[in-house]
């Protein structure tokens, strides 16, 4: 008894088997990751089972919120103060204190007193032989070029210059150059004019504005210039918004086919917001390209020799279910009224990244499956083993974005919200894959 005594106390202590789960608790590593896997191995069955729907489901939801684009026009939003400058930025909080503490006179107008840039037209005609453009023939041209803009009218004729113009003491703001020039021209007053600085009317006139390529002699007097320089300024009225846009876009329709002697360039206060709407569609036919390289690339990753293996047609569908994503939240957003800018544009290239490597780990699970088992049984394997890389991947970079949101940004804020939904909606794609594989077996069968 001793013995058996002694060795039963120094003897290996038995393993508590049943009650070490109990003990542990969550602290294993896989508390969330054995749940998790079950529950997708339970969808991937679930899929397997009822494919139709899970081929159908997706498709009409694609439908349906694509319709979103409806809206495209009326959410497109490229302002460039409004998206592409921080909303409570220094330049900003330096403008209210201006306009509080130094308020602007709309009767007056004043180019140095502007709380913002305006809205004008300036026109730069440039002598194309060479030639003086203040004295020689080139000037007759610039004073027609003047009268066929000062004469533009919009709405049908009813506002003119005269009615959009910016004006000083009740008249519109002209340009004097253009007056000093005539003046000594005409022979009435053959004094010369002085650069930079001329003395107009009895009040001193910067010129270096408006004229270029100035040669001047010993007494700082105009010798002869190449360009001049001529402004249209506008009044910035919420009333004659539209007529405003109108007229300045026919100013430059004039300056496009005015040409003599001159050689004519223009710029309005419209210019770059122009040039920026007028490129936002320039990713579309890149857009169009990758899909193609990445349908092409699929295609060729995904074929075998095998036609039971061959997972051609999977890759197609792959790729074409990205694109299903992309559209699906765009058109959410748009329904929404989150703006569409021109930076939320690059996401789909984003999503085709991460579309297609989430199908080719899909595509590698289920090959790697028994052929002879049933199509459920391979269908949750498949969703067991990738389905949680996939999602946890996917929950990282969808939480990456939506940090965006936080930014004083507007257009980071856009593209913040509609790439992670990209990211969302893509979830649907794994159903839509095996769906139609399932479904295209059935049919061959």
Known sequence: QTQQHIKTETGPPERPHAQTPKRMGCRRTDCVERPLSGLFEWLGSFVGSHPVYFLVIPLLLSAVLSGGFTFLRDREDNDIELQFTPRKGPSKKARDFVKDNFPYNDSMFSADRLYAKGKFA???????????????????????????????????????????????????????????????????????????????????????????????????????????????????????????????????????????????????????????????????????????????????????????????????????????????????????????????????????????????????????????????RRLAHSYKEAAMSITITSLSEVLKFYIGVTSDFPSVQSFSLSTPQNISDSCYKPNLLHAYNICSKVFIL
């Open 122 to 376: 300036s026109v730069i005609a440039v002598a194309t032989n060479s030639s003086d453009v203040l004295r020689d023939e080139a000037f007759e041209d610039i004073i027609q070029l003047n009268n066929k803009i000062l004469n533009i009218t919009v709405d049908n004729g009813k506002l003119g210059f005269s009615d959009l113009c910016a004006k000083a003491s009740g008249e519109c703001v002209t340009n004097e150059i253009l007056e000093i020039i005539h003046y000594n021209a005409n022979g009435t007053n053959q004094t010369s004019i002085t650069f930079p600085v001329h003395t107009y009317r009895s009040k001193p006139l910067f010129l270096g504005s408006v004229i270029g390529g100035v040669r001047t002699d010993a007494n700082d007097s105009v010798t002869s210039a190449r360009a001049l320089k001529l402004f249209y300024n506008l009044e910035d009225e919420e009333s004659t918004a539209e007529a405003t846009k109108a007229w300045l876009r026919n100013t430059v329709n004039l300056t496009g086919i005015f040409s003599i002697a001159l050689q004519v360039s223009y710029y309005t206060s419209k210019s770059r917001q122009e040039e920026i709407e007028i490129h936002t569609t320039d990713g579309f036919p890149l857009f169009l390209i990758t899909y193609a390289l990445a349908i092409t690339f699929s295609v060729i990753s995904c074929l075998r020799l095998d036609n039971v293996r061959n997972k051609v047609w999977m890759a197609v569908i792959g790729v074409v279910s990205t694109g299903l994503a992309v559209l699906s939240s765009f058109g959410l957003m748009l329904y929404i009224g989150v703006p569409f800018v021109i930076t939320v544009a690059n996401s789909p290239f984003l999503i085709l990244g991460i579309g297609l490597n989430n199908m080719f780990v899909l595509v590698s699970d289920w090959q790697h499956t028994h052929v002879k088992d049933p199509v459920p």
